[in-house]
C-alpha cells in the first residue's frame, strides 16, 4: 500500500477462465496496522494461528481442512485472509462482474437469506459458506 497515495498493491493475472486478482497481505497488514496499533501480525509457518482476524480462527480452521481451494472462494478469503497466508495459500480470487445482472439477482438473495434466518446462526452461517 502506498500510504501517500492511498492505493493497495494487487496483482491482477490473466488466465483462460478470466482475470484473477492476488491480494498482498503483507501490505494491507500494515496498513491495518497503521489504522489499529493493537493489530497483531502474521507469522508464515506458524503452528497456531497468531493474525489479528481471528475472531474466527474456529471457523477458518474447520472450512480450510474441509475444502480444497477456500483460499481462493472470495467470502472465506477475504474473512480469514491471515488464516491462509499463514498456511502459506496465495490469495488470488476471480475477478466478477458485480454489475452483470445475473451477478446482481444472485447476490440480492443474500440479505433476504440472512433476514430471514437472522434468528438461525448455524443456517446462516452454512448459507454465507455456500456463498
Not at 502459506?88 to 475477478?95: D, N, P, T, W, Y
Not at 454489475?99 to 440480492?108: F, T
Request: charged letters at 25%; aromatic letters at 10%.
Amino acid at each position: 500500500m502506498n500510504t501517500a497515495t492511498g492505493k493497495t498493491s494487487v496483482r491482477t493475472t490473466q488466465n483462460t477462465s478470466g482475470r484473477n486478482e492476488a491480494i498482498d497481505v503483507n501490505k494491507l497488514n500494515l496498513l491495518i496496522r497503521a489504522l489499529d496499533k493493537t493489530w497483531v501480525l502474521p507469522r508464515l509457518d506458524s503452528k497456531d494461528p497468531v493474525g489479528s482476524n481471528f475472531q474466527y480462527k474456529k471457523t477458518c480452521a474447520s472450512i480450510f481442512k474441509a475444502r480444497h481451494g477456500a483460499c481462493q472462494q472470495l467470502s472465506f478469503g477475504v474473512m480469514c485472509f491471515n488464516y491462509c497466508h499463514e498456511r502459506g495459500e496465495k490469495l488470488v480470487f476471480r475477478c466478477q462482474d458485480t454489475s452483470d445482472a445475473a451477478y446482481c439477482r444472485q447476490s440480492g438473495t443474500f440479505e433476504t437469506f440472512l433476514a430471514k434466518y437472522r434468528r438461525d446462526g448455524y443456517k446462516a452461517k452454512a448459507y454465507v459458506h455456500q456463498v
